[in-house]
């Protein structure tokens, strides 16, 4: 099979969040054809193994997509289709680096389920033994590492109060609410840097009211975006010690991470660019990822690398070259040999992320 027959196989199964099953079993059933060891983890993600023993090189990929079924149209040296950049094309150049891999060390291939979401398949993970070095599996394009992601925040606020007549110089509760997102917004303006990546963003995502309740309900839902060095929890008493006193629901609490140039997985994804012929660019992104999630949890930071341009991501105008997923695989096949050998070292504890 082709390299881009491999990953037509992953996107020709529609994946949405919570409905991956299908697409997990393709993935096992790849993985055998391949000469790994493959099976379903108890929380349905998909496993592949090489190689035995320590090190571990954890690849964490996840293939749920958004929700938006799409042709699936393979022309020339493209696949179109859904997941082909976020993130099913990091999981088949995965799966391609890793083919013939026999140690030292383990190679070990997570297809994560729930990534757009609640990040379920990777909170999962989280759980198993710390590896020595992971990878997660996101869009960076073949010359690309992604060595930050922004934290999230997402909060639901509830504001109640009697009804009177609008004529009344007493604020309603949609009045409340809008004056609570201008203390959000007083906020993060004191924390904004010239660098968006360094910068606390805040947005309105969800806003309802029924102005003819009584009492009076307003509810509104923000997500603000942190950047490494401010943690979820002191951001989150600092919202609830402001002059507004809403019933807070958090709704996602992700902490923000960055990796330093001298990580041991960027220099060996950042030398394996070099060696295929590229100028490695070093990322940071305003979204997140699942490794977000496992970096606080094992003490350790990584890097994420995948083929395709993430400017496409949740688009319907996803797409993968041939030549892309092959740089790809060849880039993460040199870059693993490189963290097997003796005297790489695991990815040192997070600088920038919340214990």
Same mark, same amino acid.
């Given at each position: 099979?082709?390299?881009?027959?491999?990953?037509?196989?992953?996107v020709r199964r529609y994946s949405?969040?919570?409905?991956?099953?299908?697409?997990v079993?393709?993935f096992?059933?790849?993985a055998?054809?391949?000469?790994?060891?493959?099976?379903?983890?108890r929380?349905?993600?998909?496993?592949?193994?090489?190689?035995?023993?320590?090190?571990?090189?954890?690849?964490? %990929?996840?293939?749920?997509?958004?929700? #938006?079924r799409?042709?699936? !149209? $393979?022309?020339g040296?493209?696949?179109? @289709? +859904?997941? &082909?950049?976020?993130?099913?094309?990091?999981?088949?150049?995965?799966?391609?680096?890793?083919?013939?891999?026999?140690?030292?060390?383990t190679?070990r291939?997570?297809?994560?389920?729930?990534?757009?979401?609640?990040?379920?398949g990777?909170?999962?993970?989280?759980?198993?033994?710390?590896?020595?070095?992971v990878i997660?599996?996101e869009?960076? %394009?073949?010359?690309?590492?992604?060595? #930050?992601?922004?934290?999230? !925040? $997402?909060?639901?606020?509830?504001?109640? @109060? +009697?009804r &009177?007549?609008?004529?009344?110089?007493f604020p309603t509760?949609a009045?409340?609410?809008?004056?609570w997102?201008?203390?959000?917004?007083?906020?993060?303006?004191?924390?904004?840097?010239?660098?968006p990546?360094r910068?606390?963003?805040v947005?309105?995502?969800?806003l309802?009211?029924?102005?003819?309740?009584?009492?009076?309900?307003?509810?509104?839902?923000?997500?603000?975006?942190?950047?490494?060095?401010?943690?979820?929890?002191d951001?989150?008493?600092?919202?609830? @010690?402001?002059a507004?006193?809403?019933?807070?629901?958090?709704?996602?609490q992700v902490?923000?991470?960055?990796?330093?140039?001298?990580?041991?997985?960027?220099?060996?994804?950042?030398?394996a660019?070099?060696?295929?012929?590229g100028?490695?660019?070093?990322?940071?992104?305003a979204?997140?990822?699942?490794?977000?999630?496992?970096?606080?949890?094992w003490?350790?930071?990584?890097?994420?690398?995948?083929?395709?341009?993430?400017?496409?991501?949740?688009?319907?105008?996803?797409?993968?070259?041939?030549?892309?997923l092959?740089?790809a695989?060849?880039?993460?096949r040199?870059?693993?040999?490189?963290?097997?050998?003796p005297?790489?070292?695991?990815?040192?504890?997070?600088?920038?992320?919340?214990?």
């Amino acid at each position: 099979m082709d390299e881009l027959g491999l990953l037509e196989r992953l996107v020709r199964r529609y994946s949405p969040s919570g409905r991956e099953a299908g697409a997990v079993a393709e993935f096992v059933r790849l993985a055998r054809e391949l000469g790994y060891r493959s099976r379903i983890d108890r929380v349905g993600n998909g496993i592949a193994e090489r190689g035995r023993g320590r090190p571990l090189v954890l690849f964490l %990929g996840h293939i749920d997509t958004v929700e #938006g079924r799409r042709p699936v !149209l $393979r022309r020339g040296d493209r696949l179109h @289709g +859904r997941g &082909t950049v976020d993130a099913k094309g990091a999981l088949a150049a995965a799966l391609l680096a890793g083919r013939g891999f026999s140690g030292p060390g383990t190679f070990r291939i997570v297809a994560a389920v729930g990534e757009e979401t609640d990040s379920r398949g990777a909170r999962a993970i989280a759980r198993s033994r710390r590896p020595e070095f992971v990878i997660a599996g996101e869009p960076s %394009g073949w010359d690309g590492v992604t060595i #930050g992601y922004k934290g999230d !925040l $997402r909060l639901r606020a509830t504001f109640r @109060g +009697r009804r &009177t007549h609008w004529s009344s110089p007493f604020p309603t509760a949609a009045d409340r609410a809008l004056a609570w997102v201008g203390e959000l917004r007083e906020l993060a303006a004191r924390r904004t840097e010239e660098s968006p990546f360094r910068s606390l963003t805040v947005k309105v995502v969800g806003l309802a009211c029924d102005p003819g309740a009584d009492p009076e309900e307003a509810r509104v839902t923000v997500d603000l975006r942190l950047p490494p060095g401010t943690t979820t929890g002191d951001l989150l008493a600092e919202i609830r @010690g402001g002059a507004a006193r809403p019933e807070l629901q958090v709704l996602c609490q992700v902490e923000p991470m960055e990796a330093s140039r001298t990580d041991p997985v960027v220099l060996a994804l950042s030398g394996a660019i070099r060696g295929a012929g590229g100028r490695p660019t070093l990322w940071r992104r305003a979204g997140t990822s699942d490794l977000n999630v496992v970096a606080p949890v094992w003490g350790c930071t990584g890097a994420a690398y995948g083929p395709g341009d993430a400017r496409l991501d949740h688009t319907d105008r996803e797409l993968l070259r041939t030549a892309d997923l092959r740089r790809a695989a060849l880039v993460l096949r040199a870059a693993l040999e490189t963290l097997v050998q003796p005297g790489a070292g695991p990815t040192p504890p997070p600088t920038a992320v919340a214990p």
